[in-house]
């Protein structure tokens, strides 16, 4: 197939994607940390599932679809032992970076349909609220799983998560992981950290192309900031935030964008 032709497809692809994804070069702001008003100017805003969207501006609603949020393993202990990922000892496997956060087990069809079903309740309720995009984290949780998950398990689990997505009439993210965007596993657009810091935001656009939201953070400094702002300004939605992306007014706080 040629260069030619494969973008040919890809660019139908999302044009007939049943949602709508955020507008080209939008400013977004990123609010993990806590929601906050938006400062004037923003078009974009991504908050946690359980905040409300942001009046009037296109929301995201963040789900951590591949891992558990922190604060709710006794939960999944509780509803859901059998999807929560254990090695060959019978211990959690943990984020070694989020100790708070077990890896989802995304083995079989059968678990991806159940955790698929517990995250189109979770797509459901942000499209209620009035979310218009959803975006999914830990896709790459495969890379942190002691070889248990492949990535194969990720693209299949990625293509469930579109379907629900759509079927609950929202759009959906590839958060992260560069590698699987030529996989077409169907999401409408893609939120991509520090891709410039790591040199992977070709990746992205090269599949999604203007249809990409950047967050680049301070504790990297600002030069890649800079490089992305003067690579991709207008093409893609690009903001700098301060790593543990804290509510305006609270210690710390950084947002500006290009």
């Known amino acids: 197939m040629t260069g030619f032709l494969a973008s040919a ?3 139908f692809a999302l044009s007939t994607s049943p949602v709508a994804p955020p507008p080209v070069g939008g400013v977004a702001d990123y609010q993990l940390g806590g929601a906050y008003s938006p400062a004037p100017g923003v078009d974009i805003v991504t908050r946690d599932r359980t905040a409300a969207p942001a009046k009037g501006l296109y929301s995201i609603c963040y789900v951590n679809s591949f891992q558990t949020q922190p604060g709710r393993l006794t939960w999944w202990k509780k509803k859901h032992p ?7 000892k019978g211990r959690l496997v943990r984020d070694p970076d989020w100790r708070d956060e077990v890896l989802l087990d995304i083995r079989t069809s059968r678990k991806r349909a159940a955790i698929g079903a517990i995250n189109r309740s979770w797509f459901a309720q942000c499209g209620r609220k009035g979310f218009q995009a959803v975006e999914p984290d830990n896709l790459d949780s495969w890379t942190r799983s002691k070889g248990l998950l492949k990535k194969s398990y990720a693209v299949n689990f990625g293509k469930r998560l579109v379907r629900e997505a ?4 929202v759009a959906i993210a590839q958060k992260n992981a560069p590698q699987l965007s030529r996989k ?3 999401f409408d657009f893609a939120v991509a950290e520090e891709c410039e810091v790591y ?3 070709g990746a992205y656009t090269k599949v999604y192309r203007t249809r ?3 967050i680049e953070y301070t504790d990297n400094g600002r030069r890649a900031f800079a490089r992305a702002c003067a690579a991709r300004s207008g093409r893609a939605s690009i903001s700098l935030r301060d790593r543990d992306v804290v509510p305006r007014g609270a210690k710390g706080y950084v947002f500006t964008s290009c």
């Not at 059998?82 to 060959?88: A, E, K, S």
């Not at 759509?166 to 009439?169: A, I, L, V």
């Open 212 to 214: 990409l939201i950047e």
């Open 199 to 201: 040199r992977e935001c």
């Open 184 to 186: 077409r596993i169907g």
């Open 82 to 88: 059998q999807l929560l990922l254990r090695d060959r």
């Open 166 to 169: 759509h079927r609950s009439g």
């Open 9 to 11: 497809l890809v660019a």
